[in-house]
């Protein structure tokens, strides 16, 4: 199985049926965990793998072979059989990512507590400086943080939910 093969498969069908963010939020996946697919990076886990398949109509197969057949797909789930099954699971799935989210914000409060007191000494250095010109820097400055923190906890949250724990937290 290659992984890279398999990526652009899955792009390549995502666009032959118009999918843009609709693949990710109907799977109860980020744009980022389909563009990590895509790029050959991570594999979706079975449940997400099965799901996958029937909404771009092809067989498991065929998506970890990363080739279509010539032959049509007669092992591909229709799309309507499975859509009643794919909301209980994105909501399970939702449910997990919150829930992980949650916990790296309860074991990480430290390092939380360590960017915010920075962040609010931030003005204190400016006016020490004496240059207030770093000032209108601020906003930046916290929008590089929240970033950076949302970073970390969604690698970590969806490495758990999505079968990859072994992530930097």
């Known amino acids: 199985m290659d992984q890279a093969k398999t990526g652009r498969l899955i ?4 666009k032959e049926r118009g999918l843009t963010q609709q693949l990710g939020e109907k ?3 980020t744009g980022r965990t ?7 990076k991570y594999m ?5 793998l099965q799901e996958l398949a ?8 065929t998506l970890l072979s990363g080739e279509r057949s010539a032959a049509p797909d ?8 499975v859509s009643e099954n794919t909301s209980a699971s994105t909501f399970e799935r939702k449910e ?3 829930f992980y989210q949650r916990k790296w914000l309860r074991e990480h409060k430290g390092y939380l507590a360590f960017w915010i007191l920075l962040w609010c000494a931030a003005p204190a250095a400016v006016i020490w400086l004496g240059r207030p010109v770093l000032g209108g820097l601020l906003p930046l400055f916290g929008l590089w943080i929240y970033g950076h923190i949302r970073n970390r906890m969604m690698i970590y949250a969806e490495g758990h939910v999505f079968g ?6």
Do not use: C, I, Q
Request: glycine share 12%; net charge negative.
């Open 164 to 169: 990859n724990p072994g992530s930097p937290e």
């Open 27 to 29: 799977l109860g996946v």
């Open 54 to 61: 029937a909404l771009l109509g092809v067989s498991v197969d």
């Open 11 to 14: 792009a390549a069908l995502r």
């Open 96 to 98: 997990k990512l919150r």
């Open 44 to 48: 979706p886990d079975l449940g997400v």
């Open 74 to 81: 007669v092992f591909a789930p229709a799309v309507e059989d």
């Open 34 to 40: 389909v563009s990590r697919w895509e790029t050959g």
